[in-house]
């Protein structure tokens, strides 16, 4: 599985951006797919994911109601809208493939894509 992430940039606190994350290969023997997220001097750490099948979805505690991941089957491509952005959301955004249909999906992920930059100004 191969993925290529898109769409960060720079926004003011308060503003949105849509992160794109597509997906080619092995993608539909994925069981989910997640972005995750690395801010400088902080460890990665899981955001959001959405379980290929079914679409049920899990968010990180600090971006419930004001992140939505979603997917495009047709386009084999997850997004990731951010809304309310806030200067703490500023990191380096990734997308990544867990392909083990078991387990909790903020953890174990299998394949991950290059990162994009999301830097928020407050």
């Known amino acids: 599985v191969q993925l290529q992430a898109s769409g960060g940039g720079l926004v003011q606190a308060g503003g949105s951006l849509r992160l794109s994350c597509a997906a080619s290969g092995r993608t539909e023997s994925s069981y989910a797919l997640g972005w995750f997220r690395q801010a400088p001097g902080k460890e990665r750490e899981f955001v959001a994911a959405?379980?290929?099948?079914?679409?049920?979805?899990v968010y990180v505690d600090s971006v419930k109601g004001r992140f939505a991941i979603s997917r495009n089957n047709a386009k084999n491509t997850v997004y990731l809208q951010m809304n309310s952005l806030k200067p703490e959301d500023a990191a380096v955004y990734y997308c990544?493939?867990?392909?083990?249909?078991?387990?909790?999906?903020?953890?174990?992920?299998?394949?991950w894509g290059q990162g994009t930059q999301v830097t928020v100004s407050s």
């Open positions: 959405i379980k290929w099948a079914s679409s049920s979805t």
């Open positions: 990544a493939a867990k392909m083990r249909p078991y387990g909790s999906v903020i953890n174990d992920y299998d394949y």
